[in-house]
């Protein structure tokens, strides 16, 4: 048997069971009792609402799961990918064009596949328990939308990772990661006023103690921006969120309007500052670099394994192809991902502690931030209490006690 195909789907049905068993631990981690630090915040009736959610959400992820993973072991075993890439072939296009077609077809199909279940979640699910506000015409616009920006977007870098692996040799590795970090680093800048936008509206906050309050802090920290917006999240969702994003004096300000609706003044100045600390931390600057790390690492793998004979064999493919290695890499890939993305989640969870202590000890007001992370935690119907594996292998934030406990500890100090 191909050595690659057995590696391939030791991968797929490892990962599987490996993310069976946490969610199942995860569920059976649920506590009955109510946390005496949620007193007077969670009800008796809400907790119990929010550990329902939990279970419903992981039982129809694990569904979800079981089925993609069955379509995808089906499609390698019966050639699938060579189906659609002889198809591509009959147009004559040459390699590149024939690439995003091949590309276009499996993308499109994924996407259509997972739409009965992304509406599921949405209209069902989200609805049955109080944070659906997506109109059926607001759901089939975000995806037009995104798929219009999935064949731009991902098209152009697409079609430039075959066309420096066609063309530069053994160091197109190397082009292409100074390409594709230069295009995201564009990204980041035109995001905030042309992509963003293209899904939510972002007005100036008015004016008034909240904005004077914000716009103070922020001068008091040094933190230049081109504002403070507010965004319609209750467009989508009830579920509240804050976050900062541009470069340079390009930064913005975005509070979800839901968040504003729901928060005192000092409970989102504190979620402000906590927001400001990955800045000052740095921390964001670090992330673009290891990530920009390892995505070089990940075209330097992948360069070895362009036109692999073995590779392709293992996916029943006729003839070999550039752009058919990208996707056949991704299989291969996952495992070296995996133990990056731990990692990388690893160091999220230690910057949210150096954020939260940021907010707390410059504001000044560790309450307000407590409060605000327990309303959230509220609205959003979060678990309290993670497994610890769980934690470990997927969570870029830590639990919210152990983050509430870290900020009365600098309260105390």
Known sequence: MN???????????????????VENLNIRHL?????????????????????????????FG????????????????????????????????????????????????????????????????????GFNKTTVKTFILDILKSWLLIALIGGA?????????????????????????????FLMFIAPVVIMPLFNKFIPLEEGELRKAIEG?????????????KMDGSKRSTK????????????????FDTLIEKHTVDEL?????HEIGHYRKKHILKFMVISTIIMGLMFFILSLFINNPGLFSAFKMEEISIYASLFFFGFLYAPINMVFSVLVNVLSRKHEYEADAYAASTYRQPEAMITALKKLSVDNLSNLIPHPLKVFLQYSHPPVMKRIQAIRGIKEA
């Open 3 to 21: 050595i690659y195909l057995v590696i391939i789907l030791t991968v797929l049905v490892g990962n599987y069971v490996l993310n069976l068993v």
């Open 269 to 273: 100045v504190s979620v402000l500052g």
């Open 31 to 59: 506590k009955v009792n109510l946390p005496k630090e949620f007193e007077g915040y969670y009800s008796a009736d809400k907790y119990k609402q929010a550990q329902n959610y939990l279970k419903e959400n992981t039982g």
């Open 217 to 229: 802090y922020a001068e008091s920290q040094g933190f230049k921006m081109k504002g403070v917006f």
């Open 240 to 255: 509240s969120n804050a976050f900062f994003t541009g470069f340079g004096r390009f930064r913005r300000i975005v509070l």
């Open 62 to 129: 694990m569904i979800t799961n079981t089925i993609f993973l069955a379509i995808i072991l089906i499609f390698i075993l019966m050639g699938g990918f060579n189906i659609v890439d002889q198809w591509a072939r009959n147009f004559h296009l040459g390699p590149i064009l024939t690439g995003l077609i091949f590309a276009g077809v499996l993308l499109l199909t994924f996407q259509i596949l997972h739409l009965p279940f992304s509406a599921y979640h949405t209209f069902v699910i989200e609805e049955k328990y």
């Open 157 to 185: 870098a697409f079609s430039g990772i075959l066309w420096f692996f066609g063309k530069a040799g053994n160091l197109a590795w190397l082009y292409c990661w100074m390409a594709i970090t230069l295009f995201q680093i």
